[in-house]
């Protein structure tokens, strides 16, 4: 059973010359099985954290732990991270011209597995994989988020999760830009890669409206740097309601 377990984690950015400290000691663990929504106002660090435990190299930790089934994550490159198991649906993908998204995905497929995927099994699991979240099988085609639309790159992060298939999965605001069919598609993708209990999912966003499609197991409130209140879906609700403000005392970062 994989374990994400995040200790005291105080991260800086590098920023020109200066080092602003924008994690300030986060505790959070993530077991298989488990959804963990971490939803807080714009600026409060949710990315920054996605980032800190993917290994970005603008992110410096300064204290505090990252351990993977007690293997310590931050001592591995990000390679060996996506071998451990971490996945990141980042929030805002990068475009790789050049690359088709089928080279893509076999070569990540490569890295994570440790050998490639047969060619004749990879087709077919690649298509079957399209099928069930509507993806046109002409885009396997295409470069990599070459001028994909918000809701074809998260439709694509989602095929990558299916095909990877890692033990923890960080998705960041998967819900940004979608309109609500694409939401439902995207939301059942997760949902039934969920379904096999064998992945722990840390779903980040600034809204409820994902957690009607994807209901989390745990809520946690990110304000400031650091999670400020935990509970359970009916934390969600109460957000919805209230907004941020209890935690910020700004009415504008509770909009
Ligand atoms: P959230 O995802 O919750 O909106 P972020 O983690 O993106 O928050 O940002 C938290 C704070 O860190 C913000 O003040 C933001 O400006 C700052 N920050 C994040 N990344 C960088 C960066 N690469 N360079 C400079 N500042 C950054
Ligand atoms: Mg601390
Ligand atoms: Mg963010």
Do not use: C
């Amino acid at each position: 059973m994989a374990t994400l377990e995040i200790k005291d984690l105080h991260v800086s950015v590098a920023a020109d010359e200066t080092s602003k400290e924008i994690l300030k000691g986060v505790d959070l663990t993530i077991k298989a099985g488990e959804t963990h929504a971490i939803m807080g106002p714009n600026g409060s660090g949710k990315s920054t954290l996605s980032y800190a435990v993917a290994g970005h190299p603008k992110y410096r930790v300064t204290s505090g732990s990252v351990l993977l089934d007690g293997e310590d994550v931050l001592e591995m490159s990000v390679d060996e991270r996506a071998r451990a198991g971490l996945f990141l649906a980042m929030q805002y993908p990068v475009e790789v011209p050049g690359v088709s998204m089928s080279n893509f995905l076999r070569t990540a497929a490569t890295a994570v597995r440790g050998e490639a995927p047969a060619l004749r099994h990879w087709v077919k699991e690649v298509k079957a994989a399209m099928g069930d979240l509507d993806i046109d099988p002409a885009f396997a085609e295409r470069s990599v988020n070459e001028g994909f639309s918000g809701g074809e790159k998260k439709r694509h992060e989602i095929l990558q999760l299916g095909l990877l298939r890692p033990k923890i999965a960080i998705l960041d605001e998967t819900d940004s830009g979608l309109d609500v069919d694409a939401l439902r598609v995207v939301s059942q993708g997760v949902n039934r890669y969920r379904e096999s209990g064998e992945v722990g999912v840390m779903l980040i966003t600034h809204y409820t409206r994902i957690l009607k499609y994807i209901k989390p197991d745990f809520v946690h409130v990110f304000a400031g740097g650091r999670v400020v209140e935990s509970g359970g879906p009916e934390l969600a609700d109460l957000l919805e309601s209230e907004g941020y403000v209890k935690y910020t005392g700004n009415q504008e970062a509770a909009a």
